[in-house]
Each structure stands twice: as C-alpha cells, then as structure tokens.
C-alpha cells in the first residue's frame, strides 16, 4: 500500500514538473483547489500567536569614513545578530531605481513568453541559470506555492546571453551592487565579532553569489500551503530584496514575526554557516513566507556562498571565538558537505546545523 502511494506521489510530481511550467502555469490554468503535493502537513503549534517585529533598520550612511556612525551601526549588528539573525540596512549604495528595476526584471521573465521560461526549466544544478519550480520538489515532503529563477553571478557570472532578455541588464547592475554591500557588511561583521576587518572576506565568505528570485503566485487555498516553508538558510549571509506584498515571517522566541517590507531597505539575514563559524555568536534563525491570495509577490534573495562546491576549505568555529568557557561546538565541514546534507533533506522543517554539533 505505502509503496502504491508514493509510486503515485513521484509521477504526479513528475507530470508537474514536465509542464516546466510551475505554480504560475498552474494559476494561469485557472484552478481553484491547490494540488494536493503542494498541502502542507499541520505547524508545529507556536507558544504565541502571530505579531509583527520591528526589525531593527541600520543605516549605512558615511560608515566608510566616519567612526562614529561606523560604531553605532556595528553596535546594532551585534545586537540583532545575537538576537533576531535578521536586520535591515538602508543607504545601503544600490539606487532604488535598480531595486525597482530588478523587480521588474524578474516579474518580465515570470509573465514573459512560457516558451523561452520552459527552455530555462531544469534541476541541473551544474548550471548557472536555472528555472524551476521548488528545487527540492521530489525530496520535500510538500511543495511550495512559488517559483525560481536563479543565476549565480559570483565567482564566475554566466555570459550575458546565457540570461533571458528579460532581466539581462538589471541582474548584471544588481549583482555588482550586492557584491560590493556584500563585502561591506562582511567589514562590518568582521569587526561586529572583534576581528579584523578583512577577517569574513579573507576565509572566502563573500566569494560566491546566487541571485535566486521568486515569483509567488496569489494561492487559491492560501492556508493549506506555504509560499516557503520555514527553513534557515545553508550559507554565510543573505541580502534580501522584497516588493510591496509582505509574507516573510521570522520565528522569534517561538513567535511568527511578520517583516513588513520598508520601500528600498533591503532585509539581511545570517545563515547556518556564518551560525557555524561564529560557534553560536551569531545567529541564523528560521522564517518562512506564507501564502497570499493576492500577488504576485517578488522577492529576490542574494545568497553568499560558493555554489559549485569548487572549494576543499574547512569550516569550523573560528579559534578567536572559541576558549575553554566556549569550546568548538561544532564540526569542521567544507561548503560542499554542509550543503549536500541540506540538499538530500529537503526543506523538512528540520536544522541541518544540528547534524554537524559536536
Ligand atoms: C529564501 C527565503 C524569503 C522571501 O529564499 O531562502 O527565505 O521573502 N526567501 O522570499
Ligand atoms: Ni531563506
């Protein structure tokens, strides 16, 4: 019997996938009752209902040049890092045309020709721009009502005419611009933990760049269904931009947080393996984005990290932040092993930090 259900479940999925279509093919179709792959199992129940957080917002203005402002602002990345895992930066460098831009971009491609969206579908992770529908689709245990358009820009970006038309230029202008905030906030977080600036940058943290942007579809049965399910993410920091929408929550002392978007701030989170190095300093907290019946929400989410597993560099507590009060807690992993375990889980509502403790 259970054999006969999941043979059923995986060519369902199959067929799905097959359209290269995704969730937007699905709501273009005009459906009315969600899939079932795409229900998911009951939450968890929370201490707390939902409220909404205020995520601390740091200005980077003059942080380059003038110490003061360079202090208060890695005063309050110490706070929220320790606490919340999540912050905001705004005169962050990137003009708010190229956000606006960027958003556009992605809602081009997503609502541009099905045809030239169907010749970029595919689950090869060793390309460079990948469309599709949930990556862990035949390894979650339920799907995500969103889809994925993903281009990795750093070490190596892809030649231009690899990117569709649709959103060619801005990823281009985007990118430089994350990179170089990137590096900033990686100066910041150095010193935030008492090394010396070039600390993050030196051990490669800023080396490799996914540009992931999702398109999530309004959803018909919104409270069946997430448009991400709660997860932390498996790299050293992620810069996050998100339209008018709302729908990223983060969970807070056993709390769902709502994170209202600020109109050009742009949301920075810490991941598993910034969580790893800093031996629980710093923390990489789990969100999630539920599902709307209205959209279509756009979020586009910067990861940094090495993509293509190139790297055989260890990662472990970094020995500055270790002493015989606070000894490793942690295994030393390469990139490469940390996300191939996050990877064969899927999105299961489970830590992949866990596995690696000591
Ligand atoms: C992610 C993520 C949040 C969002 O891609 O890991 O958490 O708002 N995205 O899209
Ligand atoms: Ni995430």
Redesign the pocket.
């Known amino acids: 019997m259970a054999t006969t259900v999941a043979y059923d479940r995986v060519t369902v999925l199959k067929a799905f996938d097959d359209t290269k279509t995704g969730v937007k093919g699905l709501v273009d179709a005009g459906i009315t009752k969600i899939p079932p792959f795409f229900v998911h199992p009951p939450e968890k129940p929370t201490s707390k209902p939902p409220a909404t957080l205020h995520i601390p917002i740091i200005d980077l203005d003059g942080v380059a040049a003038d110490a003061g402002k360079r202090a208060e602002a890695i005063r309050m990345m110490v706070g929220a890092s320790e606490t919340l895992g999540f912050f905001q930066v705004v005169n962050h460098g990137i003009p708010l045309t190229v956000l606006d831009e960027m958003v556009e971009g992605v809602k081009r491609f997503f609502e541009g020709d099905v045809e030239v969206k169907k010749a970029y579908y595919t689950r090869d992770t060793s390309k460079k721009v990948i469309h599709n529908c949930n990556f862990d689709l035949f390894r979650a245990p339920a799907a995500n009502w969103?889809d994925?358009f993903l281009c990795l820009m750093a070490p190596e970006p892809p030649l231009p005419e690899e990117v569709p038309p649709a959103c060619r230029e801005i990823i281009f202008e985007f990118a430089d611009y994350v990179k170089k905030l990137g590096l900033l906030l990686f100066e910041l977080l150095s010193e935030a933990l008492g090394l010396n600036s070039d600390y993050l940058k030196d051990i490669e943290c800023a080396k490799g760049l996914n540009v992931?942007s999702?398109y999530?579809p309004p959803c018909p049965e919104p409270e069946l269904t997430f448009?991400?399910g709660r997860?932390s993410?498996p790299d050293f920091l992620?810069i996050?931009l998100?339209d008018q929408i709302g729908?990223?929550q983060i969970l807070h002392q056993d709390q769902w947080c709502d994170v209202p978007p600020t109109h050009g701030a742009l949301?920075i989170?810490l991941g598993d393996i910034l969580q790893l190095i800093t031996n629980d300093k710093f923390k990489s907290v789990e969100?999630?984005?539920i599902s709307k019946s209205v959209g279509p929400?756009i979020?586009v989410?910067c990861?940094f990290r090495t993509f293509l597993h190139t790297s055989s560099r260890l990662y472990g507590p970094i020995k500055e932040l270790t002493s015989s009060e606070k000894p490793p807690l942690y295994k030393e992993v390469t990139v490469k092993d940390y996300v191939s375990y996050f990877n064969s889980k899927g999105l299961d509502g489970e830590s992949a930090l866990d596995h690696f403790k000591i």
């Open positions: 969103r994925s992931v999702h999530y448009g991400n997860h993410d992620t996050l998100q729908g990223l949301v989170n969100h999630r984005v929400r979020s989410a990861f």
